[in-house]
């Protein structure tokens, strides 16, 4: 596995080698990229095509925008009103924000723009439907699960809903950071469409503040009036007693009763004054919350819960939690652990701030119990000390204490008069802190799709995944691309190259360069690896050279012919062909095949006359296959085959075996020992790594002299991205323009 894991990643290493050697080689992935230049062409051709189709055939999407200046502040607020809005002013634009975005708003749109009416038109019409009205088709099928052979049709007022939770959802409002301007968008395939909702929703929003505001205004009219009604009914009803008294003692004036006994009720009335007030406060806020209880409304929006400093701090803790929320849910999704923390924080603030709410909601109705508690009891503190003045001082004091009374009620009840005339007018005046700045207007471009943004998109994640899949196949390419790579590693020096021949009508094979032209690249590669072979032992250079190969179609046959013809320049060369099974000579050097080494190891052949040909004017004696043999292991194992090679040693300076692949059968390796030297062919970019290495390893385990490898049918061009100094000539001795293809 290790082994097959480094063979992938070889061409990872030369890089890493290269980069060790100069620091940082940048012409080292330029020739990659050039070396990959048609892949990459390819690959960005088809992005750039994929992104010119899906730009040219996606829907085009129109965005309507309108702008709206909120005012935290309501027009003609009181201060106590101004004070509450000024604590809670950073709440603001989020509530307006989910006010907008809210499903009432969106079904009051619905509603407005009947789009009900216009869905169930065009499904009795079965006609086009506009973009919206048809995504709202689709939606409402996904949402309730719609099957077709049912075909339930659904009520006007599931349709109404869904219609208000996709418009609802479709909404981006955003603004009111830095300013007050806040402003809607809302996307949609027809940009009339677009235009009407945006300019609906803005409608919408306003009015509800309006109405919002005006049903307040006219509960708390409700309430003073009632109170108001009371209280005069109250003070009433004491000026009568204070009559009736007067008249029933015949008493004119109480200035020297009241002088008598204002020393000893100054004190008790003050408090009383004093308690009446909180409690008439305490009372209102009593109601409030009545009213709220039993409308079953949120206490969200008391005075007494935005005032508290604490619930500020509950509020701005769950806004926070809830941001978190937003921001981890656009980062990681849902099921992040992150995300389900922050959710869970999000709760605990709600409760957090439900808790809150709730104890200020009940410290309400204490304060009011408290304060109507302490009015009675000042009132039974008064009545008793009337009782005791009225003991010592009689009529006098009873008519003072009533007077009191009067003069109390009288005061709350111009306190109440004053509050209601206010309410009335506030109440009168038809004026909202929302306006509209910007109408939305029909878009006439789409927003989307962006056609040149996603061409130049497209083109170059084209040549950016062009480049990857350059490196990739760099990356796992497992064959043989440059010498020093077959170096590495096979452990073998590298003897020479043999260039790449195209199989061209009329041309000379492969087998016949040398022969041909010994002046040739192809020739000099041959001549650079003959001289590599004698210099391998420069005492005792090896005479008997066996050409082989890990499997078949690497070149070795090729090799081994033009090597044989490079020797028989220098030398007496036998070129003998030990490829029982698949033997090539013959046929590519058109020879005759009918005797060979077969015949003379099985006695067909009774001279070496009957089965020798000569090529290069006689320089080179070949020995082809001949008959193919049914046990040609055998044959190459035998005895008489030992001694036969011997003799051919003794007559020839030079022997070239061509012989078979190593790995499909063990022919190679009896061969091994049997010879001086052993070359290994590799095939560039042909022969993989692993199937070369084990094939040397099988040959030196049969102690076989494989003294070098020759990578053969190697494209200069090819190998010049992988260094400059593989380029043309320079591994061939010659000039560059003189190099085949």
């Not at 389900?340 to 709600?350: H, N, Q, T, V």
């Not at 309400?364 to 010592?392: G, M, P, S």
Request: proline share 4%; aromatic share 6%; charged share 25%.
């Amino acid at each position: 596995m290790n082994a097959v894991v480094a063979d992938k990643v070889s061409a990872v290493q030369q890089i890493n080698n290269k980069l060790t050697e100069e620091d940082f080689d940048i012409g080292l992935y330029i020739r990659i990229v050039r070396r990959s230049k048609w892949t990459i062409i390819i690959v960005a051709m088809l992005c750039l095509i994929s992104g010119i189709f899906i730009a040219k055939n996606a829907t085009p999407i129109y965005n309507a925008t309108a702008k709206i200046l909120a005012d935290p502040y309501q027009p003609n607020a009181d201060r106590e009103e101004q004070y509450i809005a000024s604590a809670m002013v950073f709440l603001f634009f989020e509530t307006q924000y989910e006010i907008i975005r809210s499903r009432a708003i969106a079904e009051t749109v619905v509603d407005k723009l009947r789009l009900v009416e216009k869905l169930k038109k065009e499904q009795a019409d079965n006609t086009p439907s506009i973009s919206f009205i048809k995504s709202i088709k689709d939606s409402v099928k996904s949402l309730i699960g719609y099957k077709k052979p049912e075909n339930k049709p659904l009520t006007d007022t599931e349709l109404r809903i869904l219609l208000a939770e996709k418009i609802a959802s479709g909404l981006i409002v955003s603004g009111g950071r830095k300013n007050q301007i806040i402003t809607i968008n809302y996307e949609s395939k027809d940009p009339q469409e677009a235009a009407d909702i945006i300019n609906a929703i803005s409608d919408a929003y306003i009015d509800f503040g309006l109405t919002t505001r005006l049903t307040d205004v006219k509960n708390r009219q409700k309430w003073l009036t009632s109170q108001y009604e009371q209280l005069k009914s109250k003070l009433e009803n004491s000026e009568e007693r204070v009559k009736n008294y007067r008249e029933k003692q015949g008493l004119i004036h109480s200035f020297q009763q009241r002088a008598i006994a204002n020393t000893q009720l100054q004190s008790l009335n003050t408090s009383l004054v004093a308690a009446q007030t909180t409690l008439s406060i305490k009372s209102e806020e009593y109601q409030l919350v009545q009213d709220i209880k039993r409308g079953n409304k949120d206490f969200s929006a008391l005075a007494q819960v935005m005032q508290d400093f604490a619930i500020t701090n509950l509020v701005q803790d769950e806004a926070t939690a809830a941001n978190q929320v937003k921001e981890l849910d656009e980062r990681y999704g849902a099921r992040h652990p992150k995300m389900i923390a922050a959710e869970s924080e999000l709760e605990s603030a709600k409760g957090n701030l439900s808790r809150g709410i709730a104890k200020v909601v009940e410290r309400t109705e204490n304060e009011f119990r408290l304060a109507k508690l302490q009015v009675d009891n000042i009132n039974k503190l008064i009545n008793d000390t009337k009782a005791e003045v009225q003991a010592l001082q009689g009529d006098s004091f009873s008519l003072v204490s009533l007077e009191r009374e009067v003069e109390n009620n009288r005061r709350i009840y111009e306190s109440f008069q004053s509050r209601l005339l206010e309410a009335n007018v506030r109440g009168e005046i038809n004026a909202s802190n929302v306006h509209i700045i910007d109408k939305a207007t029909v878009p006439k471009t789409p927003v989307r799709p962006n056609v040149n943004k996603i061409i130049a998109l497209s083109g170059m994640l084209g040549v950016f995944l062009g480049i990857v899949v350059a490196f990739l196949r760099e990356m796992t390419n497992n064959t043989f691309r440059t010498p020093d790579l077959v170096e590495e590693k096979l452990k073998l020096p590298v003897l020479g190259i043999t260039p790449f021949v195209k199989d061209k009508k009329n041309s000379v094979i492969p087998e016949k360069q040398y022969l041909d032209d010994s002046r040739s690249p192809f020739s000099e590669s041959i001549n650079t690896i003959r001289t590599g072979l004698i210099f391998s032992n420069i005492d005792a250079p090896p005479k008997s050279i066996l050409i082989t190969s890990a499997t078949g179609s690497e070149g070795k046959s090729c090799l081994a012919v033009n090597l044989a013809v490079a020797y028989s320049n220098i030398g007496k060369t036998l070129l003998l062909e030990v490829d029982l099974r698949k033997p090539s000579i013959s046929k590519n050097l058109q020879l005759e095949n009918k005797l060979g080494l077969t015949d003379i190891l099985s006695g067909v052949a009774k001279t070496f006359s009957d089965v020798i040909q000569g090529e290069n004017e006689g320089k080179l004696s070949i020995i082809t296959c001949g008959t193919i043999p049914q046990n040609p292991m055998e044959l190459l194992s035998s005895l008489k085959f030992e001694k036969l090679l011997e003799t051919f040693k003794n007559e020839y300076q030079y022997i070239v075996l061509d012989g078979p692949p190593t790995l499909p059968v063990s022919d190679a390796c009896i061969l091994g020992n049997k010879v001086g030297a052993v070359v290994v062919a590799a095939r560039a970019e042909q022969t993989k790594i692993k199937v070369s290495k084990e094939a040397v390893a099988r040959l030196q385990k049969l102690n076989a002299n494989v003294i070098g490898a020759v990578l053969t049918a190697a494209e200069p061009q090819k190998m010049s991205y992988y260094g400059d100094h593989y380029y043309a000539g320079e591994y061939y001795g010659v000039k560059p323009e003189q190099t085949q293809a």
